[in-house]
């Protein structure tokens, strides 16, 4: 069973940064695309960034491109993002997930197994 353990989430002000880490246990991951998705109360969860098995295929959501960058380390069966110059827009609650198939992919539906979230704050 695929276990997905995110972490460095926490308060920051307005134009600050962040490193986000998830963590996989159980089956290697080394083979499944990637992604990170955010969610605030009241709305859809959404894509924020995915990243293909092999690391070389990125996407970003027009919100973060520029700002964020999504990476990933196989032999460590972890993903990792990077969030810059924040801003209050970005508070949300932040999910790894890791998709059924090897290619970068934007929607939640075919996402297989999901973190259990870390809250990002964003002071203005």
């Known amino acids: 069973q695929v276990q997905l353990v995110e972490s460095g989430g926490g308060l920051v002000q307005a134009g600050g940064s962040l490193r986000l880490s998830c963590a996989a246990s159980?089956?290697?991951?080394?083979?499944?695309?990637m992604g990170w998705f955010r969610q605030v109360p009241g709305k859809d969860r959404e894509i924020v960034a995915a990243i293909s098995w092999s690391g070389l295929n990125t996407n970003y959501a027009g919100s973060v491109k520029g700002r964020f960058a999504i990476s990933r380390d196989n032999a460590k069966n972890s993903v990792y993002l990077q969030m810059n110059s924040l801003t209050p827009e970005d508070t949300a609650v932040y999910y790894c997930?890791?998709?059924?198939?090897?290619?970068?992919?934007?929607?939640?539906?075919?996402?297989?197994?999901w973190g259990q979230g870390t809250q990002v704050t964003v002071s203005s």
């Open positions: 159980g089956p290697r991951l080394s083979k499944n695309a």
């Open positions: 997930a890791a998709a059924a198939g090897r290619l970068l992919a934007l929607s939640p539906n075919v996402y297989v197994y």
